[in-house]
């Protein structure tokens, strides 16, 4: 086994590598973009080389750079994770030139199955079930439609070079095929540089069920089950589980028959991940990642073995940890990917800094794999993968009950996420039965995504009891710096001589402005919510979080602040609002200098003042378009307009100045 090894990525994966690395005593380096000088993965190696600036290309895709930085830290081998450079045959080579372990397959292996067209030929010969199709290399217009006719529609084009549903189109008859064509090849261009594709006749709603597989140089191959990977959006992966609910003993074991004659027949060596589609009994090779899968935490909870262990000792030459006979699956595991992204917006990534994170621990069967921390940022520039959250169970039921606990009681503040997405997933009764496809969530976008949902009022009254709280903290602490701590005019329980009192709050959550009412009363806090009455109490918790109760409810939420951004955790989910301020306007907590910020990131939509202009304080300054919503920035105070940092049509970060109105 080499001493030192090289981690050539980020995040999540890279985490994992160093975690079995250090366990098996071996030193870890990293590399890093400028973008991911203080990123979790840094702080956890060994040692850590800058290998360009923040966008991949410059970074992460510049194999000299990390071959350059393995040699000065005298690695003696590679690991790539996946994405980058991990399926890149010529990076595997020059690897190789330089004397450096890559800990993945042969280049030839690599390149065999980065065409997919060379890659059913080869699984053609080899005797691996193919979806009828054309995957031929003339690629005359009319020669694919004429092979489109014999294949019969409605039919798939797939560019040959790619995946991820790039360069992919669905053709239902023969009027359609030479626009979809031409729209493929242009795709499959743009993304891979290569217009080359293939035909193969259209499995309107397949299972996606892929085989873990390893060999070695001693000629050992074994297969570690199957993982269901149906449940897809857009072609990419959702949640994963291991084994596949109901697949029958004969077709698990044909499929796994047939994936390692895939590995024998490339010579492969490592991990590698043969996909099939499954229509009823038949299954149908679709590709092969020559690479640790994003989704393998599955196969090691069921099978007990450590996936990145065994790609080492298989890199170092060694023979497989363990024989076909030796390996069983033992209880069911499910994953659910956790991104940075808004359901409600298409799924657009969301950036910005993470506020607030908060897995759970020491729960039982559950296993979270994450890249970043509280604090760190999701940016623009990679994957927005928060973490992967998997549970482990003695049977399914099991897994899903703590899978779908786990994710109630994680904790994200700062970006948007698919964590409710994630929920009605994993309680849609069609996953609990196991009866999902890949047109599953397609099939129930209504009830996985239901347009507009209506803020809960328990998040509602959870912020509005949190601000009334803050308030109440920041008048005690002015009440005990008066000198008169006792004075009725310090009291900070809503007191009023013969009468209640109330506090109005006003907030934003997308397009809706919804009222609350604090009141003081006799008996005890009154909320007035848009839904009626209700009485009302909270308390703070030893860990900061709020224990609410309404009505004859109760629950407990967090509640953060960020200018005037209020973030409610609740459930697993995070509803995000903006306080209307009345007395402060939007201008935020940094008006008191003259300074005007964004109070959240957006666009400037309108500049209304010029710099040298005097303003009047409350005078509109700016427009901000943020949440969906717009809004205007005032001044803080009368003065002239010292500066004015944005235009319109700026996109702006939370904090960030945008104007500076003097002192008149």
């Keep these: 086994m080499f001493d030192t ?5 980020r995040g999540e994966i890279a985490r994992r590598v160093i975690r079995t690395a250090r366990r098996l005593g071996l030193r870890c380096v990293a590399v890093y973009s400028e973008a ?9 190696a060994d040692a850590a080389f800058c290998i360009g600036p923040a966008p991949a290309a410059e970074s992460y895709l510049r194999a000299e750079a990390i071959l350059e930085a393995a040699r000065a830290a005298g690695a003696a081998a590679v690991h790539p994770g996946y994405g980058f450079l991990s399926e890149n045959a ?13 800990v993945g397959p042969p280049a030839a292996a690599i390149r065999a199955m980065g065409s997919k067209s060379e890659a059913k030929a080869l699984m053609e010969a080899a005797g691996v079930p193919l979806v009828p199709g054309y995957h031929g290399s003339a690629q005359e217009p009319e020669v694919l439609a004429a092979e ?6 409605p039919l798939m084009i797939k560019a040959s070079a790619g995946g991820g549903g790039k360069g992919m189109r669905v053709v239902r008859q023969a009027g359609e095929f030479a626009e979809a064509l031409q729209a493929a090849r242009r795709e499959a261009m743009a993304s891979f540089g290569d217009e080359h594709v293939l035909l193969e006749r259209y499995l309107p709603s397949p299972r996606h069920i892929e085989l873990q597989v390893f060999r070695d140089d001693h000629g050992n191959a074994v297969h570690l089950f199957e993982r269901d990977c149906s449940s897809q959006r857009r072609h990419q992966k959702v949640v994963e589980e291991a084994p596949a609910p109901g697949l029958s003993e004969g077709l698990r074991a044909a499929m796994g028959e047939a994936a390692l004659r895939a590995a024998v027949a490339i010579d492969y060596r490592g991990a590698g991940t043969v996909e099939f589609l499954v229509d009823g009994d038949d299954f149908y090779f679709m590709e092969m990642n020559t690479r640790l899968q994003v989704e393998h935490p599955v196969t090691e909870m069921i099978t007990g073995y450590d996936l990145v262990e065994w790609q080492l000792r298989v890199a170092a030459g060694e023979p497989l940890p363990a024989t076909q006979a030796d390996i069983s699956a ?24 993470l506020l607030h994170l908060a897995f759970p621990e020491g729960e039982e069967g559950i296993r979270v794999d994450s890249g970043v921390r509280a604090g760190d940022k999701v940016t623009v520039h990679y994957d927005p993968m928060i973490a992967k959250v998997i549970a482990w169970g003695e049977e399914r039921a099991v897994a899903l009950r703590r899978l779908r606990r786990a994710l109630a009681r994680t904790e994200i503040a700062g970006v ?16 609990a039965a196991g009866v999902v496809d890949t047109a599953f969530i397609d099939q129930q976008r209504e009830a996985l995504l239901p347009d507009g949902a209506a803020l809960p009022e328990s998040a509602l009254a959870a912020a509005a009891l949190a601000e009334m709280t803050w308030r109440r903290r920041v008048a005690q602490a002015a009440a005990a710096d008066s000198g008169d701590p006792h004075s009725p005019w310090q009291l900070t329980n809503g007191w009023r001589l ?24 006799w008996e005890g806090l009154r909320l007035g919510l848009p839904g009626g009455e209700v009485s009302a109490a909270v308390a703070e918790t030893e860990d900061g979080a709020l224990a609410l109760r309404l009505g004859d409810g109760s629950f407990v939420a967090r509640v953060l602040r960020r200018g005037l951004r209020r ?28 300074r005007v910020v964004a109070p959240m990131p957006g666009k400037v939509t309108a500049v209304l003042v010029q710099a040298g202009d005097t303003v009047s304080e409350g005078a509109p300054l700016l427009r901000l378009e943020a949440m969906k919503m717009e809004h205007t920035l005032t001044a803080p105070h009368d003065g002239p307009v010292e500066a004015l940092n944005c235009a319109a049509g700026d996109l702006v970060e939370e904090g960030v100045e945008l104007a500076v109105v003097g002192k008149a």
């Design 5 to 9: 090894v090289l981690i050539a990525n």
């Design 148 to 153: 489109a006719r014999k294949v019969g529609y």
């Design 90 to 102: 010529a990076f595997a080579e020059a690897c190789a030139g330089a004397g450096i372990v890559f």
């Design 498 to 521: 013969n009468s209640e009192t109330h506090r109005d709050f006003t907030f934003h959550y997308g397009e809706q402005s919804l009222a609350v009412r604090v009141i003081f009363g």
């Design 416 to 431: 948007v996420t698919n964590a409710g997405f994630l929920q009605a997933i994993l309680g849609h009764t069609r996953f």
């Design 36 to 44: 991911d000088s203080a990123a979790a993965h840094v702080a956890e």
């Design 330 to 353: 033992n209880g069911h595991a499910i994953e659910a990917r956790l991104y940075a992204e808004d359901p409600a917006s298409g799924f657009l990534p969301s950036t910005g800094e």
């Design 567 to 594: 973030w409610v955790l609740l459930e697993g989910q995070s509803f995000v609002l903006t306080l209307q301020d009345d007395i402060q306007g939007l201008g935020g907590e940094a008006g008191a200098s003259g």
